[in-house]
């Protein structure tokens, strides 16, 4: 199932954001109620001992009677006297020893705050909590008491928390937005990339640009761009075995056409009989073509994917010789193999016998009758040589280079055989993609020498053996 990574992102954004912001502010909230309420208490204590302070003046300079005076014969408004602009929020009272209740604000309730002498206390008066703070005298004459009603505290800390909120509550929509078109410039390239490729055709191939992209996006759009290359290397690889092989069965079904058209025609049976046989040369030919075109095909596009592993030359060149043995036996060619420290080396064992197989064919073809083929695996200190030699006409050091191409067949040999030009060039890819040099030199029987230098893993291990196969001779030595 897909979805959407814009969706993704502003859901788990907007959430995360959503839970730590609303975490954060739960705790910050729980401790500000917290310092507010110390606060509330450390402004009862401060206040206490500022009035502590007061009233001690007021005895040591006898004032305190007269205010107490005037207090019962109403001629003192203590509202005057100690009005400020936290009167509602805190109430205290002045308690004699021996006179009681001598002053207190309007806040506080006729009846003592608390029963404690020092400290921190709390009481319910006609229904509400209060939060004291008692001081008395180091005699214990008198008695101060500051307090607060609860109800009064918790609307300032209710009015502290709507204030903190306030905020986070107007702030998360304008974020969420601000998320919201974030997110959005971000896929930007995501979106137009998607929309370049929407607009390309298969055949356009071209690689996508890569400036002024993200880095993260640079990587996919490189993949994507080595995607394209390889679809144009299969694709030519595809136009290039189309072409070539419509190039080269156009003339051999040309001439089967033609022939089948004289068998035909003609009353004559010799005549008939000769145009079946050329038919089928031209048959087999076709079939030998088309394969060594296919194959030519598989190893030019898929070399990257094949498997290597240790494989011994010298055992694919027996097997190799003993299936090609009985065409060169026609022609009563004689075949030898030498072989000298043949060390296995690293390579694809199908491929490997495509290479020795075409080699050891071309020179059946090109020998002529009793002629000589010779084959030569040699293991030196950084390579494998793999020789093969015949004693057919050759081909003109000058055209050593061209020989190599594409259906390219040279004219002094075009009429001693029957082929495509497809094996050399098979040879050269196969000897390419094992990292192998190809040479090719004219052979001590007056032949071609096609030379194959692999190289080697490991340093040679030396062998000595020498065996005898009936009519195919194999001579192993140091």
Not at 264 to 278: F, G, M, S
Not at 404 to 426: D, I, P, W, Y
Request: include cysteine; aromatic fraction near 8%; charged fraction near 25%.
């Amino acid at each position: 199932m897909n979805y959407s990574l814009r969706q993704l992102l502003l859901f788990t954004l907007l959430s995360t954001l959503l839970l730590v912001w609303g975490v954060s502010s739960y705790k910050g909230y729980k401790e500000i109620r917290n310092e507010v309420e110390a606060l509330f208490d450390a402004e009862l204590a401060q206040s206490a001992r500022a009035l502590n302070t007061f009233v001690a003046h007021l005895l040591i300079s006898g004032s305190l009677y007269e205010l107490w005076d005037l207090d019962k014969t109403e001629k003192f408004e203590s509202t005057k006297i100690f009005n400020h602009r936290y009167e509602k929020k805190l109430a205290f009272q002045l308690i004699y020893k021996d006179e009681g209740l001598i002053l207190r604000s309007d806040s506080a309730p006729p009846l003592p705050l608390s029963t404690s002498l020092n400290g921190y206390s709390k009481t319910t008066i006609n229904d509400h909590l209060w939060h004291v703070f008692s001081i008395s005298e180091a005699r214990n004459e008198y008695i101060i008491h500051v307090g607060q009603r609860d109800d009064i505290r918790k609307e300032l800390m209710d009015e502290i928390s709507k204030h903190l909120i306030k905020p986070f509550l107007i702030g998360l929509p304008f974020l969420g937005l601000a998320i919201w078109i974030i997110v959005g410039r971000a896929l930007k390239p995501v979106n137009q990339l998607a929309g370049q490729l929407a607009k390309r055709e298969a055949s356009y191939l071209e690689p996508l640009p890569t400036k002024k992209l993200p880095s993260e996006i640079v990587p996919v759009v490189n993949e994507l761009n080595a995607l394209f290359a390889q679809l144009e290397q299969a694709f030519e690889h595809e136009r290039r075995f189309t072409a070539d092989a419509s190039h080269e069965l156009r003339t051999p079904l040309a001439g089967l056409l033609t022939q089948a058209q004289v068998a035909l025609r003609t009353n004559d049976e010799t005549v008939r009989k000769q145009a079946l046989r050329r038919i089928e040369q031209a048959v087999n030919r076709m079939t030998s073509m088309v394969q060594q075109l296919l194959t030519f095909s598989r190893i030019d596009s898929n070399s990257e994917y094949l498997t290597k592993e240790m494989t011994v030359l010298g055992r694919e060149i027996v097997q190799n010789v003993a299936e090609l043995e009985p065409e060169a036996h026609k022609k009563r060619i004689r075949m030898e193999f030498e072989e000298e420290n043949g060390v296995p080396i690293i390579g694809n064992t199908q491929l490997i016998n495509i290479l020795i197989r075409n080699l050891i064919d071309n020179a059946i073809k090109y020998t002529p009758i009793n002629g000589t083929i010779r084959i030569a695996l040699s293991g030196q200190d950084k390579y494998l040589e793999l020789a093969v030699e015949d004693s057919g006409p050759g081909i003109a050091p000058e055209h050593y280079e061209v020989s190599l191409k594409r259906f390219h067949r040279c004219l002094e040999t075009a009429n001693v055989a029957q082929g495509s030009g497809l094996g050399f060039s098979m040879v050269q890819r196969i000897a390419a993609i094992h990292n192998a040099e190809l040479t090719l030199a004219e052979s001590q029987f007056g032949g071609l020498k096609v030379s194959v230098l692999f190289p080697l893993p490991k340093k040679p291990a030396e062998k000595n053996r020498t065996k005898k196969l009936g009519f195919f001779h194999i001579k192993k030595s140091t």
